[in-house]
């Protein structure tokens, strides 16, 4: 059992880089809509800002983009850009990123990544943490510029020094891997649990996944579980499935296919191929009423939106 089980495991890590680029470009689009979001503090009306922005007011320009990108029953993607434009000229940090937001999505103008290269450096080189880190991403991806990994690291690396979260992850995963910089698994764990620390899902999972095969760090299986529980707290599901494994082959916690079940479960609600599979195989040790322990426990868990959950009894 524990041999299936710790195999399935080894796959999922594997397997799970699509999971966290998915993960990660929902944050990316989180965080950049909480940065809109937080002009409503200040902003009243539309046309309170129109008079400034015609007079050429940079604040002003980039805050009447930003009522229309946001919308309100005002959304307009092209009157967003015109704004940002006018405001970027001027050399308006957060226009700047703004803009090269926009032509990265292809929102109110054709989509072209080298434009969106353009407004991002520009932003990015008067110290903006989150141009910083898209540029190092574009770099990463090669998109609207050669593929360097170098040039990478170097953009991370400035963000991730302002405390960005995301790109503190990113440089953390180009030193596990040796992209752009020689591997380093040690620098690898400080960048991710900078991260970690400040609550991102993606990186408390991976800093689990590096105590448990002990990588940068004294293998600490007690260390691992605390940071896939934190993760898992917030629904991630590389971690909730971790979580599961450790219970299912007893790795320094006492062995509980209840729990083990309730967490291949959750994993498993998001899609989790493997995480079914885990499951399965997991069901077959146990009794009818364990099994149907497991699933009262998911759902509760659910309820609770997946906070606490191990504190459900069965």
């Avoid at 397997?15 to 965080?31: F, G, H, I, M, W």
């Avoid at 970027?88 to 700047?96: R, S």
């Avoid at 991260?195 to 299986?221: H, I, P, R």
Wanted: with cysteine; proline share 1%.
């Amino acid at each position: 059992m524990k041999k299936c089980i710790l195999f399935i495991a080894t796959i999922l890590l594997l397997c799970s880089s699509v999971a966290r680029a998915d993960a990660l470009k929902d944050e990316v689009e989180t965080r950049h809509k909480a940065r809109v979001v937080l002009i409503d503090n200040y902003i009243k009306s539309l046309e309170s800002f129109r008079p400034l922005a015609a007079q050429g007011d940079a604040a002003a320009q980039f805050s009447l983009g930003s009522i229309y990108v946001k919308g309100g029953g005002a959304q307009d993607y092209q009157e967003a850009v015109k704004w940002y434009r006018l405001a970027a000229k001027q050399g308006h940090t957060a226009a700047q990123y703004s803009l090269g937001r926009m032509y990265a999505t292809g929102k109110g103008v054709t989509q072209d990544y080298q434009e969106a290269m353009k407004w991002y450096r520009l932003s990015a080189k008067q110290g903006d943490e989150f141009a910083q880190f898209l540029l190092g991403k574009m770099y990463a991806t090669g998109k609207g510029v050669t593929q360097d990994y170098q040039e990478a690291v170097k953009w991370y690396r400035l963000s991730a020094k302002q405390g960005d979260e995301i790109a503190q992850f990113l440089l953390g995963r180009m030193y596990a891997t040796g992209r752009g910089v020689t591997q380093d698994y040690q620098e690898a764990m400080k960048w991710y649990r900078l991260s970690a620390e400040q609550g991102n899902a993606v990186s408390q999972a991976k800093l689990g996944w590096m105590y448990t095969k002990g990588k940068g760090v004294t293998q600490d299986y007690q260390e691992a579980m605390k940071w896939y529980r934190l993760s898992a707290e917030q629904g991630n599901a590389i971690a909730q499935y971790n979580l599961g494994a450790m219970y299912a082959m007893g790795d320094d916690v006492i062995q509980d296919y209840v729990r083990a079940h309730m967490w291949f479960n959750l994993a498993a609600s998001k899609g989790g191929r493997h995480a079914k599979d885990s499951r399965d195989r997991v069901a077959k040790e146990m009794t009818p009423s364990q099994i149907a322990d497991a699933h009262r426990t998911a759902r509760d868990c659910e309820k609770k939106n997946y906070k606490d959950c191990e504190s459900i009894s069965y």
